[in-house]
């Protein structure tokens, strides 16, 4: 029988431990987790599109994006300038490379091949070291280079490396004079004159048993100054400074049989850029 509205209710009240958890409390964890769930979907967005973006180039001019490309492809990894230099000139004039282009890079090409030249065994005699000189130097600068370079590479200089008037070594020794450039930068280029530094490496000595001065390395930066002359980059002063020389590194040095042997197999280069 359906109990009156009319009568009293009984209400049965539960221990504390035992009475149900609060929903509210259920409520409001579910909004917490939503708004973390939003923020790291934020973050993740964010760094999905700046991944993106960092292969983009800059906005700006186009040339200075490819002159970045070609400048700095290697500079980015640390490796500093990267290699440069126009196609190889052709021609040469008594050996030695000529008709370089009309531009920073064909200047840079010409100084590194007449700093060859110049560090060559060939500067200790005269006859080919007034070749060299004439087929290098501007032609109203020659004479001045000439006299300068008769009095730096004969005399006291070829007795020093114990060769005799005419640059020609000892019986059963070979003298060696190389020069390897590894870089040039140019300095204060115009399309009439410029500066170019080229860093080189060096070999110089008397190869063989009985020699009293053993092949070395060396390393040093010369200065060359060029002028256009109309039809090419010719020579009209250099100086010549120590280093920059790296750290030396363990090879056992070779014997004196052994360098010998490479410097008679071994030919020098001629175009050296």
Known sequence: MPLSDDQPHTRTRLPVGEQPSSQPSLRQARPLRTLLTVVLVIALLVLAISIANRGKPAPGNGNAGRSADRAGATAASGAGPAPS?????????????????????????????????????????????????????????????????????????????????????????????????????????????????????????????????????????????????GSDWKLTDYTSRQGPAPMPGDEQAATAEEITGAVQQFGGFRYAR
């Open 85 to 229: 230099g126009d196609q190889p000139v052709t021609a040469t004039v008594n050996g030695i490379a000529s008709g370089f282009p009309h531009t920073d890079q064909g200047a840079q090409s010409a100084a590194a091949n007449y700093a060859v030249a110049i560090g060559s065994a060939d500067m200790f005699r005269t006859d080919t070291r007034h070749t060299i000189v004439t087929t290098i130097a501007d032609p109203a600068a020659a004479p001045t280079l000439q006299s300068r370079l008769d009095q730096g590479f004969g005399g006291d200089t070829v007795a020093r490396y114990g060769l005799d008037a005419q640059g020609r070594a000892p019986k059963g020794l070979t003298f060696v004079s190389r020069t390897v450039p590894v870089g040039t930068k140019s300095v204060g280029y115009t399309d009439a004159e410029t500066k170019v530094e080229v860093w080189c490496s060096g070999l110089t000595g008397l190869a063989g048993e009985r020699s009293m001065l053993p092949v070395v390395a060396s390393w040093f930066t010369l200065t060359l100054s060029l002028r256009w002359t």
